[in-house]
């Protein structure tokens, strides 16, 4: 391990150089514009791949974006290790909120990463994490001690519901058969606190739209006679959370998983302190499902969220108009054991239930995805616990997060085969917003810790 150790000190410098030129390729999946681009990142990412020392590296095209795989089969009697990332970034708007260039890394020091953090589109999720992988795999090769078989498999559509990735799975079972599937996609509590995933929320995605009149009228002539669909729209989303922040769809808890009271004070033992994640939100105060705390609101717990809303005139100055149509994008996070397609459905129902006769509804059901919990008492788990205590000098602590990584539940469904959530962001590195970094530390912390995940693993199962 000395050895793998002193190649990764000697090639720190090089490997964040690589990072950076990987981020400056905009791999927006949501955004045809951006479908060359996509390209070119699956293109990078296997030449990473083929040069660290990966056999059978190919790009493996679908119906979106490819998927990029590669292999390095040392021995039949040796486990065999899948490394699960996606290059895909997620849009990078609202540009004007950005400090420097999405798609132009710069290093900057801040209060939580006083060593220095990359900022770019996707620096944190996925590519920085995703990357580490890359780089500990040459680590290993270039030092003769990679200890057993590793399969990498890093797709272009995660942020985007990953709506291929099933029908790869399903169609090349054998292929891709392994022992253990190693995620780096989540968060650490900080950066003195490591810590790893033990759940994910799942998703039901929705679109909506409220139609009004048949054209956009004068809001002088016609306000106050006729139906105004946005203001119906917030009337109607108004209305699907009660005074205690809980939904009232009609059988929308029918599944919810209670957590037990044991398990519930064991979570809120985590560290956490309301008042720096206030401040660092700039709120003056949290608000959520009463009678949960703000790590169960945000892991245990269902969610009801608008994402965007839109319709009438929003451009410069002010237009008098009472608008024919307005729309809504929601989401709802889910915990076992709900289902996305009974959630999508349950909504959809009780959407067109309240809708007032003088307005005409439609909900499009969008990607969703099922929650999932991971085991602690597995070898798999252990690897990790280990590598991370060795990595860190201290214990993890295992926690749920409300994220969601929608293939993980297809992992366990089509392969049979339970995912390790060992990831290394920050909840403050901005994912999904604008000045998105992610920690040096974290970085090179990473590729120091997938080793020991690797060595552990082999010897746990022997
Ligand atoms: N890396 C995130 C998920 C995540 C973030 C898990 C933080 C735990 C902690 C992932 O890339 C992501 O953003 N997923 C999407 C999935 C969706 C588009 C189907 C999400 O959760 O919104
Ligand atoms: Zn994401």
């Known amino acids: 391990m000395k050895a793998v150790q002193t190649y990764i000190d000697n090639n720190r410098e090089r490997f964040l150089a690589e990072l950076m030129d990987l981020l400056r390729i905009p791999s927006v999946s949501a955004d045809p514009a951006f479908k060359a681009d996509v390209q070119r990142t699956a293109e990078a990412v296997a030449a ?20 990029v795989y590669g292999e390095k089969f040392l021995a039949a009697n040796l486990p065999t290790v899948m490394v699960y990332g996606h290059y895909d970034v997620q849009p990078a708007d609202p540009i004007d909120l ?20 990359i900022f770019a589109r996707g620096a944190c999720d996925d590519k920085g994490q995703m990357f580490m992988h890359i780089k ?25 519901g990953s709506s291929h990735l099933g029908t790869f799975l399903k169609e090349n079972k054998d292929k891709l058969a392994c022992d253990v599937i190693l995620i780096s996609d989540t968060s650490i509590i900080d950066n003195d606190t490591p810590s790893i995933t033990t759940g994910l ?39 699907m959370m009660d005074e205690n922040k809980h939904i009232v769809i009609p059988g929308f808890y029918d599944d919810v998983d209670e957590v037990s009271k044991s398990e519930r004070e064991e979570m809120n033992k985590a560290p956490f302190d309301l008042k720096t994640y206030r401040e660092d939100l700039g709120i003056a105060a949290v608000r959520g499902e009463a009678g949960y705390t703000t790590l169960e609101r945000t892991s245990i717990r269902p969610t009801l969220d608008v994402n965007g809303i ?71 788990y252990q690897a990790a616990y280990k590598a991370m205590e060795t990595a860190f000098g201290k ?29 290394f962001g920050l909840d403050s590195d901005a994912i999904h917003s604008p000045n998105e970094h992610y920690g040096l530390f974290n970085f090179y912390k990473g590729i120091e810790t ?9 010897a746990l199962k022997k």
């Open 450 to 458: 997938i080793p020991y995940y690797y060595q552990n693993y082999v």
């Open 48 to 67: 990473h791949l083929r040069k660290a020392g990966a056999d059978h590296v190919e790009l493996v095209t679908t119906a979106g974006h490819p998927i």
């Open 201 to 239: 929320r799942g998703l039901s995605y929705v679109e909506v739209s409220v139609t009004g009149p048949n054209r956009d009228l004068h809001s002088g002539v016609y306000g106050g006679a006729v139906a105004n669909p946005i203001n119906v729209l917030c009337e109607m989303i108004a209305g």
């Open 395 to 423: 214990a993890p602590i295992p926690k749920r997060e409300g994220g969601s990584i929608p293939i993980v539940a297809l992992f366990e469904q089509i392969l049979g085969v339970k995912s390790v959530l060992m990831g």
């Open 98 to 117: 950005w400090e420097s260039g999405p798609f132009e890394p710069v290093i900057k020091k801040t209060k939580t990463h006083p060593e220095g953090a």
């Open 310 to 380: 839109w319709g009438g005139y929003t451009g410069e100055g002010a237009k008098t108009v009472l608008p024919s149509k307005a729309y809504a994008k929601i989401s709802m996070r889910l915990v076992p054991h709900q289902s996305p397609d009974k959630i999508t459905a349950l909504f959809e129902n009780y959407f067109k239930a309240v809708a007032p006769p003088n307005v005409k509804v439609e909900v499009h059901p969008h990607h969703g995805g099922e929650p999932v919990v991971t085991p602690t008492d597995t070898p798999e």
């Open 136 to 160: 500990a795999f040459e680590a290993m090769m270039a030092t003769d001690s990679l200890p057993c078989n590793v399969k990498f498999m890093i797709e272009g559509e995660e942020e985007v």
